[in-house]
């Protein structure tokens, strides 16, 4: 008897073990944590590309790709900035698009994670003709419809010999990237539109996307016969059959 008793208490005291265990590896996966998400290293020169930063990776269970600019914009070397010119004439987000005068790139969610985007950092520029602002637009559906995100103004002021800030407004709204999710970002200017008139941004500092992530929880059921716990597809702990404990 006093055996059996001794056996029960052991197989008991492990599994208050291994729910406790299981409560804080939880707690730990779906805490949120407020950090830079991502970079970029802005280039000089004639880059065609800014890689992801490899001073400001993105965060476990985020991707990103490079930033790339559109055919019609122009790029103008620089030692100092990321230049180009041709922007917009006008403040026709379509036209914008429709004639490839952007910055873009895209951010992934993991299946198993979610990103909550608050901030977009570090935007220094020089322009050489007052412009109007820069706008950040993001898409879920490859450009069907987009939601403008990002407002730089102050572009009024030529910054020719220092690089100007203006006032900047990222995600009033804080934007979700949801698991197994991809948002698109563009980048525009309007104004700036000739071949002389150019709108650059600083390369002494990467962008940087803020925010927070979560998720990470795994669905373990256990199989009712040997006491082996799996894990399913979404969710949280839901183990909760007692025959093999």
């Avoid at 009712?224 to 969710?235: H, I, M, P, V």
């Amino acid at each position: 008897i006093n055996e059996t008793h001794n056996l029960a208490s052991y197989r008991k005291g492990n599994l208050i073990i291994l729910l406790a265990t299981a409560a804080v590896v939880l707690l730990s996966a779906k805490s949120l944590r407020a950090a830079n998400l991502v970079g970029w290293d802005i280039p000089t020169s004639t880059a065609t590309t800014a890689a992801v930063s490899s001073s400001n990776p993105a965060v476990s269970g985020i991707s990103a790709s490079s930033i790339s600019y559109g055919s019609g914009i122009g790029i103008n070397s620089s030692s100092s900035m990321w230049r180009f010119t041709n922007w917009s004439s006008g403040t026709n987000v379509a036209t914008s698009f429709s004639n490839n005068k952007f910055l873009s790139w895209s951010v992934s969610a993991g299946a198993r994670a979610t990103a909550t985007l608050t901030n977009f950092a570090n935007i220094q520029f020089k322009n050489s003709t007052p412009a109007t602002n820069i706008q950040l637009y993001a898409s879920t559906n490859n450009w069907t419809s987009y939601t403008l995100v990002g407002t730089v103004s102050g572009l009024s002021t030529q910054y020719t010999n220092s690089f100007g800030t203006g006032t900047q407004s990222f995600f009033g709204t804080n934007w979700t990237v949801d698991a197994g999710t991809t948002t698109q970002f563009r980048l525009l200017v309007n104004g700036a539109n000739s071949a002389s008139s150019y709108v650059g941004f600083d390369s002494s500092l990467d962008w940087l996307l803020q925010g927070t992530t979560a998720g990470g929880a795994y669905n373990l059921s256990n199989n009712g016969t040997s006491g082996t716990w799996q894990d399913g597809a979404t969710g949280l702990f839901t183990g909760t059959d007692r025959k093999s404990t």
